[in-house]
């Protein structure tokens, strides 16, 4: 290997039951350098990570490590770790119920000459380690008492402490907002200042330009290129990731979408609240009007979309649907009066990991059917194929385990169990987070043919750019709390105004 490669994979080949996830695959990281892995969902990225950390045994191709003779065949999360490969993943695996310093000690506890442990000897440790990663926390304290920011600082000390030459942070900021972000980047950089070779996943174009010195790129298994970041602006990125010369999201705008001002009104809220989450608001939504919530993380955006579905019983206030005062005490409720909602956690809310494609994507039909009265197996067949093919779901086949498929196939067919159910109303709470380019594309461009079919839609997004792109409307939320309405002169500028200065209303 080159004097300054850390790790380098030549090769890789990995086949699952029908679809061939890499071929041929190289990447290759160097020694203090922040390198990011990119491609669109199913190009391979989550695959090679698993074949580098031991968790997928791949069947062709080697690995080499700087400092070890010969290729390594990782066969546990254990064995990389033991290479110096640690890994952090978007959700923290650590014990938020114990100190910051047990979890960075957690399974390698310093003992005394009594062979008990020795808090004293790790809790000094732990502020060391914490102290000079800059990270301001008090090692004593739980974990839960900490930001997700932190804890995923927390678990990069602890890959950090167990001499690893090669972090791998995947999706680490999709949970994040922006000052978050620019904190665990300044973490990152130091990190890499002292040498580690970082490897980087992520959706957010942005934030690969702000922190990357590399990129390579992935394409339905397969290795496209490696790139300095100076030499591949954001459109050949795009155009590397998605095969094609063009950006589909510039494309997507909303000339085609007809005055809705006019059109009856699907939801009618008034004053409606949930203790302790969100503060009494008002808001209307026209049929075939898709509008947006927006605000930063934490400001009330999935709790105000949470009451009017019921998932969240509301504490006050009245939900007028089609004109008509509903009560709405749980979701089949809403359901039952032509809702839908995305939530925001497809792994925690949406999918059911152990079932089918068919399965989780028949489940809101036939829940809104009630158990007496069973689809056949035939019927649900053809239901699906119908939407697999719509939405254009990457799958074996529609008997796939939905945990098998990528996170964007996965919020597919979340997006298509609520289509199966023709809804009038549709909540998206993030649908495109944590999803490729393409796939945002194609989401974004239902959202505008849905509308455009009459149906309403409530849309919630930490990317402000892509509800410009589809929403007519925006309503603004700070601390819980509805602070205002945008409905014209919708730009980035104006929408980022209203988060920062709260009272602003011009609609």
């Not at 004293?120 to 739980?142: E, H, P």
């Not at 609240?273 to 999935?302: A, M, N, Q, W, Y």
């Not at 006050?316 to 809403?334: C, M």
């Amino acid at each position: 290997m080159e004097e300054n490669v850390v790790l380098m994979a030549r090769g890789i080949t990995m086949t699952f039951p029908g679809v061939k996830a890499l071929e041929n695959v190289d990447f290759t990281l160097r020694r203090g350098e922040i390198h990011a892995l990119m491609g669109e969902n199913g190009a391979g990225k989550s695959t090679l990570i698993k074949c580098l950390t031991g968790i997928n045994d791949f069947e062709a191709g080697e690995i080499r490590i700087a400092g070890i003779n010969g290729p390594v065949k990782n066969h546990s999360t254990k064995d990389a770790q033991s290479v110096g490969i640690s890994t952090v993943y978007q959700e923290v695996n650590l014990c938020p119920n114990l100190s910051v310093a047990e979890n960075l000690f957690i399974g390698r506890e310093p003992l005394t000459a009594l062979h008990t442990i020795d808090r004293r000897s790790y809790n000094v440790r732990s502020q060391k380690i914490m102290d000079d990663l800059g990270i301001a926390v008090d090692v004593t304290q739980n974990l839960e008492n900490y930001s997700l920011a932190i804890q995923q600082m927390v678990a990069i000390a602890r890959a950090v402490d167990m001499d690893c030459k090669v972090l791998i942070l995947d999706e680490p900021t999709s949970s994040l907002d922006d000052e978050e972000v620019e904190k665990l980047f300044v973490l990152m950089r130091r990190l890499r200042d002292q040498g580690v070779g970082i490897i980087f996943v992520t959706h957010f174009l942005e934030q690969v330009y702000a922190v990357c010195d590399r990129i390579t790129v992935l394409r339905d298994g397969h290795f496209v290129g490696e790139y300095l970041i100076e030499d591949l602006p954001r459109v050949k990125l795009v155009a590397a990731m998605m095969g094609k010369n063009l950006d589909d999201l510039e494309e997507i705008g909303k000339e085609n979408v007809h005055d809705i001002s006019k059109n009856p009104l699907e939801i009618s809220a008034r004053g409606l609240s949930h203790t302790g989450t969100v503060k009494p608001f008002d808001l209307d939504i026209r049929k075939g009007e898709v509008i947006g919530v927006t605000g930063l993380l934490g400001s009330g955006r999935s709790e105000l979309a949470r009451a009017i579905y019921g998932a969240d019983k509301a504490s006050t206030g009245t939900l007028k649907v089609d004109g008509k005062e509903v009560k709405i005490s749980q979701p089949i409720d809403a359901m039952n009066l032509g809702m839908g909602m995305l939530p925001d956690d497809r792994k925690a809310e949406g999918i059911i990991g152990d079932l089918s494609v068919r399965e989780n994507m028949i489940l809101a039909l036939q829940a809104r059917k009630g158990m007496f009265k069973p689809l056949s197996r035939a019927k649900q067949e053809e239901i699906v194929d119908q939407y697999i093919d719509l939405l254009q779901i990457k799958t074996a086949d529609r008997e796939t385990l939905v945990k098998q498929l990528s996170g964007g196939n996965q919020q597919k067919v979340i997006l298509g169990r609520w289509l199966i159910t023709q809804p009038d109303f549709l909540i998206l709470d993030e649908p495109t987070r944590g999803i490729d380019v393409g796939t945002k594309a194609e989401i974004q461009k239902l959202i505008l043919k849905l509308a455009d079919e009459g149906k309403s839609i409530l849309f919630i997004s930490s990317e402000i750019s892509e509800m410009l792109r589809t929403c007519s409307r925006m309503a603004v939320m700070r601390d819980g709390e509805k602070v205002g309405e945008l409905d014209h002169d919708l730009t980035q500028e104006n929408v980022m105004k209203a988060i920062a200065g709260g009272e602003q209303k011009n609609g």
